[in-house]
């Protein structure tokens, strides 16, 4: 495979988002690497990461990305 398959950067920074955080959930189990926050301003709840998890995180995005770009062919790309 040698075509090069550009993304816009937005929406690839979201793909790659959401899949390194279903790894993480499904690799680690659930809530273990998320804190259940309060958002006063919204009275609602969120979950962010912990310390822990975020370090995760960003490795599973830079694993991600490497695989997508090296495997497939796939880049982001400013303003496609």
């Not at 495979?1 to 189990?29: C, P, Q």
């Not at 979950?47 to 490795?59: L, V």
């Amino acid at each position: 495979m040698s075509d090069t398959h550009y993304i816009d950067a937005s929406r690839f920074a979201e793909v790659i988002s959401v899949l390194a955080n279903w790894v993480m959930y499904e690799k680690l189990g659930g809530n273990k690497y998320y804190e259940k926050m309060w958002k006063a301003r919204d009275h609602q709840y969120f979950a962010k990461y912990t310390e822990e998890g975020q370090e995760m995180f960003n490795e599973y995005t830079g694993i991600i990305k490497k695989e997508l770009r090296e495997m497939c062919n796939i880049v982001p790309k400013e303003n496609v």
